[in-house]
Nanobody
Framework: QVQLVESGGGLVQPGGSLRLSCAASGSIFSIYAMGWYRQAPGKQREWVAGITSGGSTNYVDSVKGRFTISRDNAKNTVYLQMNSLKPEDTAVYYC???????????????WGQGTQVTVSS
């Protein structure tokens, strides 16, 4: 069994910052790409940022220069540092990881339960 558990969401004023964390646990053999998605009310889930096992990063244009994705491979954890937050960043944020579990030869696609981020004055 593999689990992803997010933390760090909350309510913040426009211009503020939050740091999301997502820890993977369980029978993990190897973790490949990790990333963050978000889903605002009434909208489809969108990809926000991704990071490879080697540390290469990519971002959706709307967060470039404001968000930073990073990972700690020793802790099986991915982070999303969010600065200069805007009301349009309000959404449920989900982490995602491509993981091979022990006893499996298949690359599995795993999701966290989501954490709410609300940007409002």
């Amino acid at each position: 069994q593999v689990q992803l558990v997010e933390s760090g969401g909350g309510l913040v004023q426009p211009g503020g910052s939050l740091r999301l964390s997502c820890a993977a646990s369980g029978s993990i053999f190897s973790i490949y790409a990790m990333g963050w998605y978000r889903q605002a009310p009434g909208k489809q889930r969108e990809w926000v940022a991704g990071i490879t096992s080697g540390g290469s990063t990519n971002y959706v244009d709307s967060v470039k220069g404001r968000f930073t994705i990073s990972r700690d491979n020793a802790k099986n954890t991915v982070y999303l540092q969010m600065n200069s937050l805007k009301p349009e960043d309000t959404a449920v944020y989900y982490c995602n990881a491509a993981i091979i579990a022990y006893g499996s030869t298949r690359l599995g696609d795993y999701w966290g339960q989501g954490t709410q981020v609300t940007v409002s004055s």
